[in-house]
C-alpha cells in the first residue's frame, strides 16, 4: 500500500468517526438517544468562534466545514 492510500484510508477513517454520536445515551428502553454526531458539535463550536469575531454567512459556514473535517483527520493522525 503506498503512503498516499493509507493517508486517504486514514482520512476517510477519520470522517466516518465524525458520523459517531457525541453524547450518546442509553434511555434504558433498549434504544440509545444519539442527539447530534461528533461533526455537528465541532461545527457548532468553531461557528459559535467565527460569529463571536464577527464573520457569518456562506463563507464561515463553508470555512468551518473545512476545519471540523481537517480537524478530525488530524485528531486521528497518529505520529
Known amino acids: ?3 498516499e492510500k ?3 484510508m486514514n482520512a476517510e477513517v477519520a470522517l466516518n468517526k465524525g458520523r459517531e454520536h457525541a453524547f450518546p445515551l ?3 428502553s433498549g434504544y440509545p438517544s444519539t442527539g447530534m454526531t461528533k461533526r455537528e458539535y465541532m461545527a ?5 468562534g467565527f460569529l463571536a469575531h464577527g464573520h457569518a ?4 459556514a463553508q470555512k468551518t466545514v ?3 473535517d481537517a480537524l478530525l483527520i488530524a485528531l486521528h493522525t497518529t505520529k
Do not use: H, L
Not at 457548532?44 to 459559535?48: H, N, R, S, V
Open 1 to 3: 500500500m503506498t503512503p
Open 44 to 48: 457548532t463550536q468553531i461557528m459559535t
Open 57 to 60: 454567512g456562506v463563507s464561515a
Open 26 to 28: 442509553s434511555t434504558g
Open 66 to 68: 473545512e476545519a471540523v
Open 6 to 8: 493509507a493517508n486517504e
